[in-house]
């Protein structure tokens, strides 16, 4: 099992940005895929973005692609997510989770594939 333990949210006005950092620790971190989900109020959970586990590959939702970028240090045991240009609709409760499997070569992307979660950071985007 690995721990996960976001940081990085807050408060930002429409347009600004925010970095938000998960460190994992417990199991060989580079062996798998990490991603980023949100959680609105009275919303399910959604994918945000995700990154292979020797970072070669990335995916987001179409919601966020172009203005935000995942990306990972290995070496830190730590993903990153890099938001920018943010929306009143960013707003949201940010998931960081861990695969369930390593070295995996398939896309992994939906809620099902992840197995680690972390406690969530608050992303307030005002207008």
């Known amino acids: 099992q690995v721990q996960l333990v976001e940081s990085g949210g807050g408060l930002v006005q429409a347009g600004g940005s925010l970095r938000l950092s998960c460190v994992a620790s417990?199991?060989?971190?580079?062996?798998?895929?990490m991603g980023w989900f949100r959680q609105a109020p009275g919303k399910e959970r959604e994918f945000v973005a995700a990154i292979s586990w020797n970072g070669g590959r990335t995916y987001y939702a179409d919601s966020v692609k172009g203005r935000f970028a995942i990306s990972r240090d290995n070496a830190k045991n730590t993903v990153y997510l890099q938001m920018n240009s943010l929306k009143p609709e960013d707003t949201a409760v940010y998931y960081c989770?861990?695969?369930?499997?390593?070295?995996?070569?398939?896309?992994?992307?939906?809620?099902?594939?992840?197995?680690?979660w972390g406690q969530g950071t608050q992303v307030t985007v005002s207008s």
């Open positions: 989770a861990a695969d369930r499997n390593p070295l995996r070569t398939i896309v992994v992307v939906t809620t099902a594939d992840f197995g680690s």
């Open positions: 417990g199991r060989t971190f580079s062996n798998y895929y």
